[in-house]
């Protein structure tokens, strides 16, 4: 296959041995804690993804997804021990050569957050189970991309390390560093949440976003039951005004 039709997708180093990596990519009790988010459905996505369409070689540290119904399309994780930690890779084969960093994609930008999320939880939270929120949306008319009406333009391309504070655009109070930022995404850890994390994406303009729209992501750690809920209602009740579902 030609190097044009194989393309990395996610490429970073988490800073923890690659055997402490494999297990959290092949134990469904650990994957539980960093993909996706919390939802009725999420260990039978994980089933799904990890276990029924995916095989992994232990011994090349390899995991391999099946191809997409139809498509000729396939994707795998390499890990590799390196200086430091692990490095991770998602390699995507088949179907046309695409400049992702301009283009947006569920599956692609998804697949960025949660190992990302994986990072947050090897390096910060080890053993840890964490509780999320995730909404998602339109804009209605006026209203800006998500990351502009949070207020996180400040955060705009510093470099990952570089520490902030904010009031964001719901009135909570926001400090950390900045985790990682791409073309569509910005992610900052936030010390009232655990230190947890805050995951923006703006995804644009599109057919079904005619005014733009995007989602957000709170991963929290260590809150309590009330302090949890309390975040949940602020959070829905500021989204909802600004992104609605659509409707049926």
């Known amino acids: 296959m030609s190097d ?13 041995p690659i055997d402490t990596v494999w297990t959290a990519l092949r134990d469904p009790a650990q994957i539980k804690d960093w993909f996706g988010w919390d939802s009725p459905s999420l260990a039978e996505e994980i089933k799904y993804i990890f276990a029924d369409t995916a095989t992994g070689d232990a011994a090349s540290r390899v995991l391999a997804f099946d191809e997409w119904d139809g498509e000729g399309i396939s994707e795998r994780v390499e890990l590799t021990a390196v200086a430091g930690g692990t490095r991770v890779r998602l390699v ?26 994986l990072r947050l939880a090897l390096e910060r939270h080890p053993g840890e189970h964490r509780r999320t929120i995730f909404l998602s949306g339109p804009s209605r ?17 510093l470099p990952p390390g570089t520490a902030y504070e904010a009031r964001l655009g719901t009135g909570n109070p926001a400090s950390g560093e900045v985790w990682f930022q791409t073309h569509f995404q910005t992610a900052l850890t936030v ?10 994406t703006d995804m644009g303009v599109s057919p079904n976003r005619p005014q733009g729209g995007g989602s957000v992501l709170l991963t929290t750690y260590g809150l309590s039951d009330a302090d949890f809920e309390a975040l949940r209602q602020a959070w829905t009740g500021w989204w909802t005004a600004r992104y609605p579902k659509p409707s049926a």
Do not use: C, H, K, M
């Not at 008319?141 to 391309?157: K, R």
């Not at 655990?194 to 923006?200: A, P």
């Open 92 to 117: 995507r084969s088949g179907g046309p050569a695409i400049d992702w960093t301009g283009v947006y994609e569920d599956i692609s930008q998804g697949w960025i957050t949660f190992f990302q999320q």
């Open 141 to 157: 008319p006026g209203v800006g991309e998500p990351s502009a009406e949070l207020g996180l333009g400040a955060t705009t391309g």
């Open 4 to 16: 044009t039709r194989r393309q990395v997708l996610v490429d970073i180093t988490i800073a923890a």
């Open 191 to 200: 010390a009232e949440w655990g230190n947890g994390l805050l995951v923006v």
